[in-house]
């Protein structure tokens, strides 16, 4: 079976959760691979509506395996308060393991993340003030503390004086050895039994075939790396970082699905070329209900960045494309399309340096809007506009559609795959699965 990523192809919140929810039915493990609890999945289904940060989207399926990979930072106290939601609602989480190689988040880290973001004053990042990049800045400097060290108390014991030291420095007050002891003594009673080595278990899942998703938080528009930097996150959101964040073999990954709204959001601070600051910005925020899952932040909305995911699909190398939220477009009568970046007297077909990037104008494709998504749940429901528009995407981004989200329950999404081989007599556009109404010129 082949082991899937799970990618964002924007900014982040391009609904993830939902995708590897559906995908997690037919699969046996699920490792989440990057990130803290600086962002969240929302999962729709039986159990209700479940907002997770930490605990992989495959959870609610009794069945599947899931796993926190070695690239996440576990604040252990939002992990219970998570693992208390899954419990009232009726889910066993016997299934979860934590591997000893996850990094851990403590009070002084979130300190520090606030005291960096007021600093900054205007020029706040618009971090969520959760500790994630002060972890992952330890973790870098090689005084992380490691979920794994509350498994051998006297090793860790031995850490404990030069992490209080490197934090008494950096906070300007006094941080002690046994503070932090008395937090690891205080998690150790839940945590521990979750902590195992990860890596005898993926492997063994690797030699029998099993079908595994790889988590990932945030999207490559925020990556550390390739994203719009510094507005980025501290981890990689890439296929790449989901290798070394599950410890997956970098060739066991066959299929990449870059997921991304039919619209495009964001939250935090950095360049959004199509970002809409008027009403009707505001309207798609309220149609959608873009609101941060973690924090409540309202996001930054604008139409569909074609520039942005080309790009997050060329340093990718996405397989197929799950377009999520058409639904959300159904109010309006006509939508568009950024198909390029205007500097000046030059056009940009990719994602340029964050100067220039601040400054761009995208270049937009006005196509007719349609009706009536909400209810489809094969291609052929779909309006004919609505499949022209989902067209044009695959064409911009150079892959094929291969699920569309149309709600927020798990029923709402169309998985092309399944259709049949009738969808593909049908005249197509190049790189794309889905027909064009009426056919091609």
């Not at 605990?55 to 599947?64: A, F, K, N």
């Not at 070394?244 to 991304?260: E, H, K, T, Y």
Request: hydrophobic residues 40%.
């Amino acid at each position: 079976m082949p082991v899937t990523a799970i990618v964002g192809g924007h900014w982040g919140d391009e609904g993830k959760g939902k995708v590897v929810d559906a995908l997690a039915a037919s699969a046996d493990m699920v490792i989440r691979f990057n990130g803290g609890n600086n962002a969240g999945h929302t999962v729709v289904g039986a159990h209700g509506t479940l907002r997770l940060h930490l605990v992989p989207s495959g959870i609610t399926h009794p069945d599947v395996e899931c796993i926190i990979g070695p690239g996440v930072v576990v604040n252990p106290p939002a992990l219970f308060e998570e693992l208390d939601v899954l419990e009232d609602a009726g889910i066993t989480i016997g299934r979860l393991r934590v591997s000893d190689r996850a990094h851990l988040v403590f009070p002084f880290h979130v300190e520090l993340d606030e005291r960096e973001e007021v600093a900054r004053g205007r020029k706040a990042h618009g971090t969520t003030r959760r500790g994630i990049w002060p972890v992952y800045a330890d973790k870098a400097a090689r005084f992380g503390i490691r979920a794994g060290d509350l498994l051998e108390p006297e090793f860790l014991q031995e850490r404990l004086a030069e992490v209080a030291r490197r934090m008494t420095v950096l906070l300007g007050r006094t941080v002690t050895p046994g503070e932090i002891w008395y937090l690891c003594e205080e998690w150790s009673e839940r945590l521990a039994p979750l902590v195992v080595d990860t890596h005898a278990l993926v492997q063994a899942a690797l030699r029998r075939d099993d079908a595994i998703l790889l988590e990932g938080q945030l999207g490559v528009m925020r990556d550390l790396d390739w994203g719009v930097y510094p507005y980025v996150t501290s981890s990689t959101c890439l296929p790449g970082g989901a290798a070394a964040g599950a410890g997956i073999p970098p060739q066991r990954i066959s299929r990449i699905i870059g997921v991304v709204k039919a619209y495009t959001t964001a939250v935090g601070a950095g360049p959004m070329p199509t970002e809409m600051k008027d009403k009707m910005g505001t309207r798609l925020r309220e149609i959608g209900q873009e609101y941060g899952a973690s924090t409540g932040r309202p996001r930054r909305c604008g139409w569909f960045d074609g520039v942005a995911a080309r790009f997050a699909a060329e340093v990718s190398g996405f397989t197929e494309l799950a377009v999520m939220k058409l639904d959300v477009l159904d109010a309006f009568e006509t939508v568009k399309v950024c198909v390029a970046y205007r500097d000046g007297r030059r056009l940009l077909d990719a994602v340029p340096h964050t100067a220039v990037m601040a400054r761009v104008e995208p270049v937009y494709e006005e196509l007719p809007g349609w009706t009536r998504t909400a209810n489809a749940r094969t291609l052929e429901d779909l309006p004919d506009q609505a499949r022209a528009f989902l067209d044009r995407i695959s064409q911009l981004v150079g892959v094929p559609v291969s699920i569309v989200g149309v709600g927020q329950v798990r029923e709402a999404l169309i998985q092309l795959q399944d259709q049949g081989p009738g969808t593909r007599d049908q005249d197509t556009v190049p790189g794309s699965r889905l027909p064009v109404p009426g056919g091609r010129a």
